[in-house]
C-alpha cells in the first residue's frame, strides 16, 4: 500500500518526467535501481511510474538517468575542496544551475545541459584531472543515474535552485576544451603566468612538463591570430609551435604537437564565438589528402533548415560556388559519400584510401571535429527550425478539445479550458511530434515554449493528485501564431 512518502515520491517523479528525464525506482540501502536492464527501462510514462511506487517498488526513491535521452548530465562533488578546482576548470565561474545536495555528504549535485562533445562514456572521474568530482555523462550500455530528491528525506535542492525554478545551464566552452585536453586548460594561453615563467617554457622543457608548457606556448600565440580562420595565419601558427618544440628535451613527437595545435586554435575558436566573434567560424581541419598529395582543409557550416544542410568549403572545391559543396546528413558522415558529391558538384577527386576513409568516420576524426566546431547559419523563411516547429505545435493546439479544469486524463494530450488556455503533458507533446517528419528535439520543443512564456500549471488531476501540467495561455496561443507565421512575413519581405 502506497504511504505518503510514496505519494510524495510520485508527485516528484511525474515532475521529472514532464521535464523529459527518464526516472527509475533506488533501493534504500544499496542505492541504485533494482532493475536488472535498469538503463532500458528506465521511463516517462505517469502510469509506469504510479505501477512502480505504489507496487512492487513502494518505499524506494527516485533515481533520474543521464545522457542523451534524458538530456541532462551530473557533476557530483566529492569534497568541500574540489568547489575551487571546479570554478577554476569553468573558467572562473560555475553557472547557476539545477543543484540539490546528497543524503550523506550534503555536498553539491550540479545538473546541468547534456553535450554533445563530452566524452562517449558512462561515467568519468575528474580526479585524474585535478578535481575530486565524478561526472555522470550517461553515455554507453551500462548507464548512469543519480539518487534525486526527495528520497528517504536527505536529498533536498537548495532553495532558487530546483527544476521548478531553473533550468540546466548549458556546459561553459571553457570546461568542455578543458576535459578535451585532459585537465591542462587551466594554465591555457598562459593565464597567470609570470614573465619569469615566461622565460623558462621559451628555452624549452624536459619530459613531465613538454605537454604543458607547449600547449600554453601555443594557446598563447593562437590568442594573438588576428584572424583564427586564416589558412596562412595557421600555417605560420603550426610552424611557431614545431619549432618550439625543437627546443623541448627531447621534442614531443609529430602527432602530439598537432593535436596541441588543434586544441589551442578549437579553444581559441569557442572563447571568441562566447564573446560574440561570430564571424570567427570553424578553424581549418587537416587530415585528408588531396589528388596532387597536398594536405587539404575543410570548414563546416551548419543551415538551420528542415531537415539541416551543411556546407563543406575546401580550397579543392574551387571550381564550385564559394569553393563548397552541399551535403545532407547521410553524405557528410560517409566518407565515400562524400567523395562522389564532390566530384558531382566541383569535379575534385578525393582520396578513396581505406586510411583517409577511416580518419574521417572514426570516432574523434574528422568529421566529428568538423561537426563539433561548425558555425550555424540561420535558415531563410520556411526553413528555419522554429517556425516549423511552432507550426507543429500550433495544429496539436488548435485540436485540443474543450474541457473543464477538473477534468481527468492519462497521456497528458492537449485540452482547451474555459480561459482560452491549453494544458497538456510535455512528454505526450514530444511523442505526437515524434511521428511527424519534422521530428524536432525536446531541446527545440522546450525552447519554443518558453518563447510563448509557456509556464507549468498544477490544475490539472491526474490519478486523484494535483499535477503539474504545462499551460499556454490565451497570450501564448497568439506568441505561437506569431512564431508560426513568421514564415509568410518573410517571404512578404523579400517580395518589397
Known sequence: MATANDTQTISAAMEYASYGWRV??????????????????ATTDEERIVEWWQGDFAGMGVGVQFGPT???????????????DLIEAMGGEIPPT?????????????????????????NLPLRSLGVDADLKIGWGDSGSQSVFPPSFGKYKWLPGLSPSEIEPADLPDHFIAWIANGGALKEHGGIGKTQEQWDEIFKGANEGNRNNDLLSFAGKLAANLADIN??????????AVRGQNAFNRPPLSE???????????????????SAGFSDLSTPSIEGTTSENGEDQTFRLEIVESEPPLFLLYSADFWRAEESRIELTSDQLLSWNKLRC??????SCYLSSDRKTSHEWTRQGGICQQLMASAKFIPAPGELKRPVVVATRILELVERAPIASENDEFRRGAAKKLEDGSVVFSFNWL???????????????????????????????????????????????VEKLQEIAEAKQEDTNDEQE
Open 255 to 273: 602527432q602530439e604537437v598537432t593535436n596541441i595545435c588543434k586544441c589551442a586554435i578549437q579553444s581559441e575558436q569557442r572563447k571568441r564565438a
Open 70 to 84: 534524458s538530456g541532462i548530465i551530473d557533476i557530483e562533488i566529492d569534497s568541500p575542496d574540489a568547489e575551487t
Open 24 to 41: 527509475v525506482p533506488i533501493h534504500p540501502q544499496k542505492k541504485h535501481p533494482p532493475l536488472k536492464d535498469w538503463h532500458k527501462l
Open 341 to 346: 558529391c564532390a566530384a558531382d558538384q566541383a
Open 230 to 239: 586564416s589558412r596562412k595565419e595557421i600555417a605560420f601558427f603550426i610552424q
Open 98 to 122: 539545477v543543484t540539490f545536495l546528497s543524503g550523506s555528504k550534503k555536498l553539491p549535485h550540479r545538473i546541468f545541459a547534456f553535450h554533445k562533445e563530452l566524452p562517449r562514456q558512462a
Open 430 to 476: 514530444a511523442d505526437e511530434l515524434s511521428y511527424t517528419s519534422t521530428k524536432p528535439t525536446r531541446q527545440e520543443i522546450n525552447s519554443c515554449l518558453n518563447a510563448c512564456e509557456c509556464r507549468r500549471d498544477k490544475r490539472v488531476k491526474v490519478f486523484g493528485m494535483r499535477k503539474q501540467f504545462f499551460c499556454l495561455n490565451k497570450a501564448g
